[in-house]
Each structure stands twice: as C-alpha cells, then as structure tokens.
C-alpha cells in the first residue's frame, strides 16, 4: 500500500552529497520505491539553488547537476500549490512561532494542513513538527 509523507530539501539533498547522506535519507529514498513524496510550492527553487551553490563551489560540476536532477525528476515527488497569500501569512507566522525560516516552514505547514508525517533531517524543524505534532516519517517500526 501507497503512503504520502512531506519531504524536506535537507533529506533530498543528502542524496547528492556522500558526506550528508545517512541510514535515515537512505531510508526513506527506499520508500520512494512504493510511496509518494509531498513538497511544498518553493521545493523546486530551494532545491536549484542548492545545486547553483554547490556547483559554484566546486562541490559539483555541470554534469552532476544534470545527472542528480535527471534522478530526481523520475521519483515520485509531487510539488503541492500554494497561494502567495498563505506563504505571506499564515507560512510567516507559522516561521515566527517557531523559530524557522520562511522555507522550513512551508513543509511544517503542508505537513500540518495534510496530516501527514514528515521526513527531515534538520534539527529545529525536528523540534518544530514535536511541537506542532507532526510525526516524522517513516514511523518506527
């Protein structure tokens, strides 16, 4: 059985680098062979810039660009929309309330507003889905 789950860039971009990767981005890469990853609306861009820094400091090249995000374009990730009006309030205040970037927020609240778990490697957003009971994906087993 398919399952949902919210994923952050911080667990995606594990996958890119060896030294950032771990059983956990591992896993749940793993779960893509059966399940759905959610992203919100910035995802695509966070995950450009990311590479764009990368690449610009020789952490990557050119072509290992176009390879992770020729990967990445064939996993089942599924970009949520998202008015500018919510990202301007209700996302900022959420980024106020717990202490997040504008970015990290954007995925505690889809995971919020869905239901569903999230998947993240970032310490604060960890702390942040506590409080906000949001459970982490995948669920222990």
């Known amino acids: 059985m398919s399952r949902l ?4 860039n911080s667990v995606v971009m594990a996958w890119c680098f060896e030294e950032e990767g771990s059983r956990y981005s591992e896993t749940v ?5 059966k399940d759905t990853a959610l992203v919100p609306a910035i995802w695509p861009l ?10 610009r400091r020789k952490r990557l090249d050119y072509a290992s660009v176009v390879r992770f995000l020729d990967l990445i374009g ?7 929309p998202e008015t500018p ?3 301007r309030k209700e996302i900022f205040s959420l980024a106020r309330d717990q202490r997040l970037s504008t970015y990290d927020a954007s995925y505690l609240d889809l995971a919020m507003r869905t239901g569903l778990p999230m998947a993240t490697q970032d310490h604060l957003l960890c702390k ?12 222990h087993r």
Do not use: T, W, Y
Request: proline fraction near 7%; hydrophobic fraction near 50%.
């Open 128 to 139: 942040a889905a506590q409080k906000c009971k949001v459970s982490l994906f995948p669920p």
């Open 74 to 80: 064939i996993l089942p990730i599924r970009v949520e």
């Open 29 to 33: 890469l793993d779960c893509l062979e």
């Open 5 to 8: 789950f919210v994923i952050d």
């Open 46 to 55: 966070e995950l450009g810039n990311a590479l764009l820094v990368a690449e």
């Open 85 to 87: 009006e919510r990202m």
